[in-house]
């Protein structure tokens, strides 16, 4: 993962990324299961489920201009990258604008009411595991 502030381009490093809320980790995507499964149990999430984007995909700019909006959900966005990469572009606590890059074995969590966007990269391909607290759905409330 790649996480920069977006007005100057300044990386961004972890421990910043925590006190927004913003929770990381790099997982090998071989046998990840068990590593899920622990996140699972000791965050509450009881849910999983994959998405996946990629060029040829039928209505592939309508699925994504669903996400490429300004938008909260009332639960939080839990993302494994499997394969592939997208853009989170993600609002600070001040207001200010977070750029991250999320690739291959990269796990996130944007915080539940968090403005936020996420829009493909040029290669148009990613491959995720979603992890939810209930029911598996994804709403977005999109700002005014």
Not at 3 to 27: N, P, R, V
Not at 90 to 119: C, T
């Amino acid at each position: 993962m790649k996480a920069t502030w977006l007005d100057s381009g300044i990386e961004i490093l972890a421990d910043k990324l925590m006190e927004e809320g913003i929770y990381y980790q790099k997982i090998p995507t071989e046998n990840f299961q068990p590593s899920l499964d622990k996140i699972k149990k000791s965050w509450r999430y009881s849910a999983q489920d994959i998405v996946e984007l990629y060029p040829a995909m039928p209505n592939l700019d309508a699925i994504c201009a669903k996400f490429d909006k300004e938008h909260i959900h009332t639960d939080d966005e839990v993302r494994f990258v499997l394969n592939g990469e997208g853009i989170f572009d993600i609002r600070s606590k001040k207001d200010q604008w977070m750029r991250l890059l999320v690739e291959k074995g990269d796990f996130i969590l944007v915080p539940a009411n968090r403005n936020h966007l996420f829009y493909l990269t040029p290669t148009k391909t990613i491959q995720c595991v979603r992890l939810f607290k209930e029911n598996p759905s994804w709403t977005p409330i999109y700002r005014s």
